[in-house]
């Protein structure tokens, strides 16, 4: 059942609070701590991390999958292993919460999560998971492929009215063995997939129009060497209609990594040939280090900015160096206010920092005037925003490591200081001591999966929930 909208009297104290608290203590504490943890040579100007991220969490859910990927970094026992309890996916929220603090990202995860509790009969479980999510103050995503979603869309819609969902990021690509209709040994190029990426479109607007809530998608597209002349074509795919880039507001394409099961491609593709074919879909040639999350080696990408009525696109920042300065020192001040979080209230935070910085806010205006009367801020931009019909749509790589080159961490200080300002890290008890640890998805793809694994497996009380 959908819950009743707020009464007005209620959403402008929500509204206020927000506008005279906008930057949570806690946040800014965690933030503090994680730009200390950072190696000296990352804590640049342009660094996310510390100044408006700790890290984007996880957690080390269910592990089936009904799918047969060929670039799936899970180890080969994967769909043996039993689902957690709810019990102690609730623990591991908790611990992700610690971390991370409030309005931070949750991907919910594991193998493909939605897929296993269906098949299990469990899908109130996962409804729970993300409301449990929603209520200790973090935004969760699911990630999926998205078949089982597609076969009984009252499953997303559920998890969106009852369990608070908001965002769903749905893999699609030319690696996958399972998807029914598209046999992978029948498919030729990504566009083979548009009819699946339309149908999520549809499927999404649907339970928008239906809902009225804000539900958006992630693409994720694994690169490899079949498929990394199609990756330009699916960026023009998403920019072709804005109706598409305001559902999918972020694409993601991994190079693959050498890691769990991978059928590494004879010719290994790289970040920098991905980049390139981004910017060849753009057709603008884009500054891929703008900002940094973590290391440079770890992600790439960059923010457009889509007109919702004509789909013109414009790169969402300046690469001037006056602009790139005023950025800088704006995420310095203000950066712990969490733009992630799907509610309403994110303008009226912010409006309530800058009140806080008035010197910061008129830099700010004359910084725009200053673009605008020089053409680096285009009329079409300014007249966009100012109507309210523009939107973002993050783009870029995240670039997965090889297993071995995690297992030789020790002796390589450019993967160590990868790991250490990794920006993708989930919650994990420590066996040995009990302790929950922050731990990189690189070093779970090398080892940490498996010794997950045998875990769950030894536990008697998850036994009657296998699936082997």
Known sequence: MIEPRATRPSRWRARWNAFRFPINPEKQALLRARWDSLPDALRTPNQL?????????????????SFRCTHCYLPANANEVPIPSLAQ?????????????????????????????????????????????????????????GQTLLEHPEFLEALVVEGGLRQVAVHIDLTQAGRHGFPINRLTSESDLHPVRETFTKLAARIRQKTDLPLELAHNCTVTERNIDSVAEVVRWFLADPARSRIWRILSFQPEANTGRTVFSERPITPAMTWEKICEGIGVRLDNHAFLGGHPDCGQGSVLLVDRRTGRYWPALPDDEKTKTLIAEILETLGAISTMTSDSLLPWRIAGAFARHPRLALRLAARAIALAGSGGLPLPVV??????????????????????????????????????ACVFKGAV????????????????????????YAERLEDPALAMHSFG
């Open 49 to 65: 991390a510390g100044r408006h991220l700790t890290h984007c969490g996880f957690t080390t859910g269910a592990s089936y999958c």
């Open 383 to 420: 007249t966009s925003l100012l109507r309210g019909r523009a939107h973002t749509l993050n783009i870029g790589t995240h670039n997965f490591m090889d297993a071995s080159r995690v297992a030789n961490a020790p002796n390589d200080p450019v993967t160590q200081a990868r790991l250490e």
């Open 429 to 452: 008890k420590n066996r040995a001591n009990g302790e929950w640890e922050a731990v990189p998805m690189c070093a779970m793809n090398e080892s940490r999966w498996s010794e997950l």
């Open 89 to 145: 996916m609730k623990e591991q929220i908790d611990a992700n919460r610690r971390f991370q603090g409030p309005g931070s990202g949750l991907q919910i995860t594991g193998g493909d999560v939605a897929d296993a509790y269906w098949r299990a009969g469990r899908p109130d479980e996962l409804i729970e998971v993300t409301r449990y999510a929603v209520g200790s103050g973090l935004v969760p995503m699911l990630m999926t492929h």
